[in-house]
């Protein structure tokens, strides 16, 4: 239990740093944000990441319980989904799998079948993307390559882990201007009611110079996109909250930029929902200059994410979803 508690202090103290800054974390300071974090969790269940990423300690109790905190995430989640459901998601292969039809690329799953097998893949693509199966938040991920490198080497590594070899993607050039190096993927969250999927938000996730992927637990930047237009209305956040109204590694306007394609990201999002066995859903679309891939599903919601920024929450939005749901099973 003492390794608990310590452990609990010693991650709100290291989420102080990047919220408040350096000289935040002191004695007094972290004893009043960690009664902070409790109180919270007690009135909104609340974690330590909703307390700081949302920052619910500046804000007064009227506008607190407005949001949607991660314990309502896990508690909405599990409910429309199932845990079965849920937790098979967390499996890439499976996701893959299941919507396999809207991936419009080559996958090999790992281990793989030979030697031969993994060295023409490698090979016929030049370079590879290799997922590490059941990884989140942008873990596991690496571009390989078949010039100078020893594919034998990445056979061995291959062949002891449960993952993924994809087939890169190519993104709308519009879109690689915010950041070439990695994928800029728009993330989706629906939920179908009946025949009707709704579209509950949308962001524009964005990596950083260098950075193969965009997700913001690795340093990127994301920003609501207007569900009518596809355009960002406002500027794009990193995981502390700080505002980039261009993106800072090139220099291109974020607030005001425009998705390319909105109307076929959409209708690409509905047509998988559909297609998906889950109810709500979260959905990383990447947009090529044409078309639109599937890059993966998650039964997820990113409470934090949908919400930073925003004067108000979502709860109420969510509750009245998870109310039309259930009326729509009687």
Same mark, same amino acid.
């Given at each position: 239990?003492?390794?608990?508690?310590?452990?609990?202090? @010693?991650?709100? /103290?290291? !989420?102080?740093?990047? %919220?408040?800054? @350096?000289?935040?974390?002191?004695? *007094?300071? *972290?004893?009043?944000?960690?009664?902070?974090?409790?109180?919270?969790?007690?009135?909104?269940?609340?974690?330590?990441?909703?307390?700081?990423?949302?920052?619910?300690?500046?804000?007064?109790?009227?506008?607190?319980?407005?949001?949607?905190?991660?314990?309502?995430?896990?508690?909405?989640? #599990?409910?429309?989904?199932?845990?079965?459901?849920?937790? +098979?998601?967390?499996?890439?292969?499976?996701?893959?799998?299941?919507?396999?039809?809207? !991936? /419009?690329?080559?996958?090999?799953?790992?281990?793989?079948?030979? #030697?031969?097998?993994?060295?023409?893949?490698?090979?016929?693509?030049?370079?590879?993307?290799?997922?590490?199966?059941?990884?989140?938040?942008?873990?596991?991920?690496?571009? =390989?390559?078949?010039?100078?490198?020893?594919?034998? +080497?990445?056979?061995?590594?291959?062949?002891?882990?449960?993952?993924?070899?994809?087939?890169?993607?190519?993104?709308?050039?519009?879109?690689?201007?915010?950041?070439?190096?990695?994928?800029? %993927?728009?993330?989706?969250?629906?939920?179908?009611?009946?025949? %009707?999927?709704?579209?509950?938000?949308?962001?524009?996730?964005?990596?950083?110079?260098?950075? !193969?992927?965009?997700?913001?637990?690795?340093?990127?930047?994301?920003?609501?996109?207007?569900?009518?237009?596809?355009?960002?209305?406002?500027?794009?956040?990193? $995981? =502390?909250?700080?505002?980039?109204?261009?993106?800072?590694?090139?220099?291109?306007?974020?607030?005001?930029?425009?998705?390319?394609?909105?109307?076929?990201?959409?209708?690409?999002?509905?047509?998988?929902?559909?297609?998906?066995? !889950?109810?709500?859903?979260?959905?990383?679309?990447? *947009?090529?200059?044409?078309?639109?891939? $599937?890059?993966?599903?998650?039964?997820?919601?990113?409470?934090?994410?949908?919400?930073?920024?925003?004067?108000?929450?979502? /709860?109420?939005?969510?509750?009245?979803?998870? /109310?039309?749901?259930?009326?729509?099973?009687?």
């Amino acid at each position: 239990m003492l390794i608990k508690i310590k452990s609990w202090i @010693e991650k709100v /103290k290291y !989420l102080m740093v990047p %919220t408040l800054g @350096e000289e935040s974390v002191r004695p *007094v300071s *972290v004893i009043k944000h960690c009664i902070g974090v409790v109180k919270c969790r007690i009135l909104y269940g609340s974690g330590i990441d909703d307390y700081f990423e949302l920052r619910l300690f500046e804000k007064k109790h009227s506008v607190r319980k407005t949001y949607f905190t991660s314990k309502d995430a896990r508690r909405f989640l #599990f409910l429309v989904n199932g845990i079965e459901n849920s937790l +098979k998601f967390c499996d890439k292969i499976y996701m893959y799998q299941v919507l396999g039809r809207f !991936l /419009k690329r080559e996958q090999l799953f790992c281990p793989p079948q030979s #030697f031969n097998e993994f060295e023409e893949f490698i090979r016929r693509h030049g370079t590879v993307i290799y997922k590490k199966n059941n990884s989140y938040n942008g873990t596991g991920i690496e571009r =390989w390559s078949a010039n100078g490198t020893d594919i034998r +080497k990445l056979y061995e590594i291959a062949r002891n882990e449960s993952a993924i070899l994809d087939e890169p993607v190519i993104q709308h050039p519009d879109i690689a201007r915010l950041n070439p190096d990695s994928v800029n %993927t728009v993330r989706i969250y629906t939920m179908k009611i009946k025949d %009707t999927c709704h579209i509950i938000a949308a962001e524009l996730r964005m990596g950083r110079a260098g950075q !193969l992927i965009d997700n913001i637990e690795k340093g990127g930047l994301y920003a609501a996109v207007d569900l009518n237009t596809g355009a960002i209305p406002d500027a794009a956040y990193d $995981l =502390w909250r700080n505002k980039y109204t261009v993106h800072p590694d090139t220099g291109v306007e974020i607030a005001g930029f425009i998705l390319p394609n909105w109307a076929e990201v959409l209708r690409f999002t509905e047509e998988c929902a559909h297609a998906c066995p !889950l109810v709500a859903a979260e959905w990383d679309i990447a *947009v090529r200059e044409n078309d639109c891939v $599937l890059i993966e599903a998650n039964a997820n919601v990113r409470n934090c994410e949908i919400q930073m920024g925003a004067s108000h929450g979502r /709860k109420k939005q969510f509750k009245d979803l998870e /109310k039309l749901y259930f009326q729509s099973l009687s």
